[in-house]
């Protein structure tokens, strides 16, 4: 018992440190030697995949070593996945627990603009990919070289900040740099491989993680290349969770319709359209079919906000991502079948677009969560329905004038019914989740780095491991984190079997 409690008053005291004095600074990254890895795609598992290298890192986690950890964010949040804008960056020296590249310094870029679909996305464009819908952004941004920026640089121009980051259960100061808004873009042909260096990890990215796997893309975006041209990918066995987020108004209409049905007692309506009883006893439920009648190209031309019971000819607002979006694809397979009941079957439904809008119907396309939850906080101050699909790790916060919005059941089962909005899912009664892939890039025209492909695999093998919302290990990931009872095996048009 003394050993364990002078371990722990040991793990305190170093907590207790200021974590600027160990951070991974400007300065010592540009000294070298450092190693650099950049991955890219899918903006749901931000957080999840950002945990999950600091578990490889020096004094984290449990490991050996001291803690030098330090992040580079965009925007002004608090860690990668937290309101910190596409682009970020973080950096260590790694431990053991990354194989290879233990005792390197390791600079990570991390871009999700766009979605999951820039994991493969420059990859493709390197190949020659004809892109004959346009969905191949042909450019993708990063944080800048990390040797340029720090405080008083192309940072926020103060001293380091710190965010404490719970690791298997024990808390670690990470140093933090904000507004780090001076970015690079590197472009993609088969003739430049991001700039004239042509560097996997800096001139473009080594890989990345996807919401659904390449064949889910390949198909909704009609790509011609396989993916043995640009590299592999393998299944995390990680379950991600997604949900129905809707404005106030129509939380409360849902609210109306469920209290009118004796499926919620009859004081949960006794809030308004703008501010409805969020308490979890009066979550209301969404049909699913309602909303694929707004999501479908073909119906959403009669949906107006009688099809959830209010006015009609009142205004609809469908918030959803872009195409080459992991969640939107996570959206499709769940409302619309697409692309799972294409072929013969002829059952998948076409996405409405922005085009298809109607003045009842209003589509928008946002390029990350962050823009659907803006929609949805328009939408509320407007005074109009919206709804949209987000990952379930997003909890909102309600100010006065944002996230006024909240998550709701789905075909009467609850996505939020415990805190880490992830139980209903695990059990399998809540159906509308999908597994994380992992790309490594691979293909002649631009393959990964050694340190590239250690570093993401090493992730991989991590991720079931963080407690984290939304976000679940299956019975397949031989994790010792949260298990679900099923798993989809890396198919995510396969129904997930026990």
């Known amino acids: 018992m003394k050993m364990k409690l002078s371990k722990i008053a040991l793990a305190v005291a170093a907590l207790g440190v200021a974590p600027a004095a160990f951070a991974l600074t400007p300065a010592q990254i540009a000294a070298g030697p450092t190693t650099y890895v950049w991955l890219s795609g899918a903006s ?36 990668p996945g937290k309101s910190s804008g596409d682009r970020v960056a973080y950096a260590c020296t790694m431990s053991a627990a990354a194989g290879s590249l233990a005792g390197k ?24 990919e004809p892109n004959p819908n346009g969905y191949l952004p042909g450019n993708l941004k990063r944080v800048n070289n990390l040797a340029l920026l720090g405080g008083g640089g192309k ?31 590197k472009t993609f042909t088969p003739a430049l491989k991001g700039d004239a260096l042509a560097l996997p990890g800096q001139s473009y990215p080594d890989g990345g993680f996807s919401d659904t796997e390449f064949p889910i893309n390949k198909a909704n975006l009609e790509i011609g290349r396989n993916l043995s041209a640009i590299g592999n990918e393998v299944a995390t066995n990680i379950g991600q969770a997604f949900a129905v987020g809707v404005s106030y108004p129509l939380y409360w209409q849902l609210q109306k319709n ?18 409805p009883n969020l308490t979890a006893a009066c979550q209301p439920s969404l049909p699913a079919q309602r909303y694929t009648a707004v999501a479908n190209r073909d119906t959403i031309g009669g949906v107006d906000g009688s099809l ?10 469908l918030a959803r991502r872009v195409p080459t979006s992991g969640t939107q694809s996570a959206s499709n397979i769940r409302f619309l079948a697409k692309p799972c009941a294409s072929g013969v079957t002829q059952g998948q439904l076409e996405p409405a677009r922005v085009g298809d809008s109607t003045p009842t119907a209003v589509v ?8 659907v939850k803006t929609a949805l906080n328009t939408a509320t101050g407007a005074g109009q329905f919206a709804l949209g699909v987000m990952s379930a790790e997003n909890t909102p916060a309600p100010t006065a004038t944002a996230d006024r919005w909240a998550f709701v059941k789905l075909d009467r089962v609850s996505p939020t019914s415990d805190a880490q909005q992830r139980a209903e899912a695990m059990d ?12 490594t890039a691979g293909g002649s ?24 919302k939304g976000i679940f290990a299956t019975p397949a990931a031989g994790s010792s984190g949260p298990t679900s009872k099923g798993a989809r095996l890396g198919n995510s048009c396969q129904p997930a079997i026990q």
């Open 44 to 79: 749901a598992p931000t957080n999840a995949v950002f945990r999950s290298v600091m578990s490889l890192c020096n004094g984290l986690a449990g490991n050996g070593g001291t803690n030098d950890a330090h992040m580079y964010l965009e925007s002004t949040g608090t860690e």
């Open 105 to 128: 310094k390791t600079v990570v870029y991390h871009t999700v603009e766009g979605g999951s679909f820039n994991a493969y996305a420059p990859h493709l464009s390197m190949a020659g």
């Open 155 to 185: 940072c926020a121009a103060s001293a380091a900040a710190s965010t404490n980051v719970v690791l298997n259960g024990v808390s670690y100061p990470i140093g933090r740099y904000n507004s780090c808004t001076d970015v690079v873009t």
């Open 258 to 275: 469920d209290v009118a049905a004796g499926l919620l007692a009859a004081t949960c309506d006794d809030g308004s359209a703008t501010a």
């Open 308 to 317: 959830f019971g209010g006015a009609v000819g009142s205004v609809v607002n």
């Open 364 to 371: 928008t396309e946002q390029s990350g969560t962050g823009g």
């Open 428 to 439: 399998g009664s809540y159906n509308f989740w999908y597994e994380l892939a992992a790309f």
């Open 445 to 468: 025209a631009s393959p990964a780095s050694a340190s590239g492909a250690a570093l993401i695999a090493a992730t991989s093998s991590t991720l079931g491991e963080s407690d984290l």
